[in-house]
T-cell receptor
Framework: DSGVTQTPKHLITATGQRVTLRCSPRSGDLSVYWYQQSLDQGLQFLIQYYNGEERAKGNILERFSAQQFPDLHSELNLSSLELGDSALYFC???????????FGSGTRLTVV | GESVGLHLPTLSVQEGDNSIINCAYSNSASDYFIWYKQESGKGPQFIIDIRSNMDKRQGQRVTVLLNKTVKHLSLQIAATQPGDSAVYFCADLDQTGANNLFFGTGTRLTVIP
């Protein structure tokens, strides 16, 4: 157990729908990062939050949004889902300094 | 590294042999590098890191080499074991910005028993 908790582990939904992925960071970590990993591909950085505020944006679609709450958990909202959104979505957290991230085990999203 | 949508390169090694996985990065401002291991169905797991003021760092059975001149990073795994089979990613961190990690495309290591 890495200390980063992601729910749900699996999600199957239809095109056009909206889903919310949840992440609880490791205790004490202020930064949360979201990554998308499509089949057999690398990790695409989506967005970062630090202590409740958006810090950086990567290749995140306009249909996607995220937020970090006062208790530091984060949610990634994916709307108007398309087949191509099927992927693993990882959340990672860090103490917000120079160290590496700790990843959760991911949410596997399947859009049918 | 930069995250790009390419299929993963692969490396197959015999159990007991040494493995070398290479990575190129593009950001000259990167000053911190990490290797991650990702097993099937799991999240990436930290293996070893290195800062730009070093050119070599050793861990348990793993060594990371950094060549800043050519922006190249390598991960050496000694006496490779079946449990080392996984996808390996290098990542670099530009601490002048928002401290985001950018991942390379990854290499799939397969250990042949």
């Amino acid at each position: 157990d890495s200390g980063v908790t992601q729910t749900p582990k699996h999600l199957i939904t239809a095109t056009g729908q909206r889903v919310t992925l949840r992440c609880s960071p490791r205790s004490g970590d202020l930064s949360v990062y979201w990554y998308q990993q499509s089949l057999d591909q690398g990790l695409q950085f989506l967005i970062q939050y630090y202590n409740g505020e958006e810090r950086a944006k990567g290749n995140i679609l306009e249909r996607f949004s995220a937020q970090q709450f006062p208790d530091l958990h984060s949610e990634l909202n994916l709307s108007s889902l398309e087949l191509g959104d099927s992927a693993l979505y990882f959340c990672a957290s860090s103490a917000g300094t120079e160290n590496g991230y700790t990843f959760g085990s991911g949410t596997r999203l399947t859009v049918v | 590294g930069e995250s790009v949508g390419l299929h993963l390169p692969t490396l197959s090694v015999q159990e007991g042999d040494n493995s070398i996985i290479n990575c190129a990065y593009s950001n000259s401002a990167s000053d911190y590098f990490i290797w991650y291991k990702q097993e099937s169905g799991k999240g990436p797991q930290f293996i070893i890191d290195i800062r730009s003021n070093m050119d070599k760092r050793q861990g348990q059975r793993v060594t990371v080499l950094l060549n800043k001149t050519v922006k190249h990073l390598s991960l050496q795994i000694a006496a490779t074991q079946p449990g080392d089979s996984a996808v390996y990613f290098c990542a670099d961190l530009d601490q002048t910005g928002a401290n985001n990690l950018f991942f390379g495309t990854g290499t799939r290591l397969t250990v042949i028993p």
